[in-house]
T-cell receptor, first 115, second 115 residues
């Protein structure tokens, strides 16, 4: 089945630094990937839609300059949290859909802690 | 009013019980309905995928969609301790363009199956 690999699974960074999270589709090509954020005991909130070769589409209220998305190839999308602050601490998850399959496959998530 | 409402629980049942999980929604454009299972600190895993109204069965899992009532359900038969997780309903409109693939999630129901 379709597999989405997300790395790192956990990261701790200092306030003011930037963190990059990678999302790879391992056995299929994904022209579109989605980035979600999840707070403890809360549902997933779509942050942005990552489009291969073009600019990402951000949801209302999501800061484009803080959450930089790059989708340079058909198998890789990255989310960079710039100038991270403690309030950016959260669980970030990516997803993609393989052509010919139903539903969306999610990565295993990245737990970001900003100290 | 949220687009998708899901009782967050928590729900605790004995092993072997039948579990019923439900979501209601307000957006009549939703055509694709999914149920995901999420273990702690992991990404969601697709359990069931249905299109429009009707029932779908897969092993111990049965998904029901009633579009007239804007109500979907997931039934788990012979529940096992390994079923203990958060269950998320998700929905998507049947449309092309940027709206395709954009999932709207329920809040998630925390389920515990005790031996």
């Amino acid at each position: 089945g379709a597999v989405v690999s997300q790395h790192p699974s956990r990261v701790i960074c200092k306030s003011g630094t930037s963190v990059k999270i990678e999302c790879r589709s391992l056995d299929f090509q994904a022209t579109t990937m989605f980035w979600y954020r999840q707070f403890p005991k809360k549902s997933l909130m779509l942050m942005a839609t990552s489009n291969e070769g073009s600019k990402a589409t951000y949801e209302q209220g999501v800061e484009k300059d803080k959450f930089l998305i790059n989708h340079a190839s058909l198998t890789l999308s990255t989310l960079t949290v710039t100038s991270a602050h403690p309030e950016d601490s959260s669980f970030y998850i990516c997803s993609a859909r393989a052509v010919g399959t139903y539903g969306y496959t999610f990565g295993s998530g990245t737990r970001l802690t900003v100290v | 009013q949220k687009e998708v409402e899901q009782d967050p629980g928590p729900l605790s049942v004995p092993e072997g019980a039948i579990v019923s999980l439900n979501c209601t929604y307000s957006n009549s454009a939703f055509q694709y309905f999914m149920w995901y299972r999420q273990y702690s600190r992991k990404g969601p895993e697709l359990l069931m995928y249905t299109y429009s109204s009707g029932n779908k069965e897969d092993g111990r899992f049965t998904a029901q969609v009633d579009k007239s009532s804007k109500y979907i359900s997931l039934f788990i038969r012979d529940s096992q301790p390994s079923d203990s997780a958060t269950y998320l309903c998700a929905m998507s409109p049947n449309a092309g363009g940027t709206s395709y693939g954009k999932l709207t999630f329920g809040q998630g129901t925390i389920l515990t199956v005790h031996p």
